[in-house]
């Protein structure tokens, strides 16, 4: 079957997001696009002259390189080869540009797609990068997050977040699994808190990620704000020690449970964990 012509057009679409950051914290999520870009990442980082590739799965794919590196405050890479097998759209040639400036002790950041389209679907380019900056992006930036220095092996570290998760975080008010990927577990304080967590990345000694599948915290207008928001743990060495990372994506400063929440996590994850892991009991006996 012959494909029909296509018909590009040149665009450069910008979008701009304010974030609670400094420039260089900011450019340093920028830069982690493993983590935050919606296509699979494969490449050793980002960094000047650095060559990568995106895919999604075995129909979308480009091949990209760094063109302009100036630390804390831009990021350029062209597009080099790509290809959508679905119709035989190439956006070659593309370049995607992100720009930090300062702006009061916060950072604005702005980027643009400067290159080519197909015509009809110069909307759908507009959505995307409004879905990868204002949601992906952003939500990767400024999603609570708290972390933890231990000098225990990352598999003990690991085995006191999933085995006794109960003895840091619900107590007696904990009921599931969380060990293996597919377990769910409930965290249910009866006339305050309810929420249900599904495993759905386990890497031992190194990652884990729950996806909150229900949630109702009464005291909010939105009680069901945490549902689809994840609790994601990783472990780093750092010299003699271990980092261990602990972020709630989608826990974000506009949201109405982020003050209170972050100070329950703040609590839980500085103190019950850190002392779970360090000492074999929380600070607070549940």
Excluded at 15 to 39: C, G, Y
Aim: proline share 3%; hydrophobic share 35%.
């Amino acid at each position: 079957m012959t494909m029909a012509a296509l018909t590009y057009i040149k665009t450069k679409n910008s979008v701009e997001i304010e974030l609670s950051k400094s420039p260089a914290n900011v450019f340093n999520h920028v830069t982690d696009l493993a983590k935050w870009w919606p296509e699979e990442f494969i490449g050793d980082g980002i960094k000047p002259g650095a060559e990568f590739s995106l895919k999604t799965g075995d129909g979308h794919y480009s091949k990209n390189k760094v063109i302009d590196f100036v630390q804390d405050k831009k990021l350029v890479w062209l597009t080099t080869e790509s290809i959508r097998k679905s119709d035989g759209y190439d956006w070659s040639g593309t370049k995607f540009v992100f720009e930090l400036s300062p702006k009061g002790d916060k950072t604005l950041l702005k980027f643009t797609y400067a290159g080519i389209v197909l015509e009809n679907e110069k909307e759908r380019l507009v959505e995307i990068c409004d879905m990868c900056i204002k949601g992906m992006l952003y939500n990767f930036v400024e999603s609570f997050s708290a972390t933890i220095e231990v000098s225990n092996s990352p598999q003990e570290i690991f085995h006191r977040i999933t085995k006794d998760t109960a003895k840091w975080w619900g107590g007696k008010d904990f009921s599931g699994k969380s060990i293996n990927p597919n377990d769910e577990f409930i965290i249910n304080h009866p006339g305050a808190h309810y929420s249900k967590q599904k495993l759905v990345e386990v890497i031992p000694g190194k990652k884990l990620v729950w996806l909150v599948t229900e949630s109702n915290l009464s005291w909010l207008k939105n009680q069901e704000e945490w549902t689809n928001t994840k609790m994601i743990f990783e472990i780093r060495a750092k010299n003699y020690s271990y980092l261990l990372h602990f972020t709630h994506e989608g826990l974000t400063p506009e949201k109405e449970s982020y003050l209170r929440c972050s100070e329950g996590w703040n609590m839980v994850i500085k103190d019950w964990l850190y002392n779970l892991i360090m000492y074999g009991k929380p600070h607070f006996e549940f």
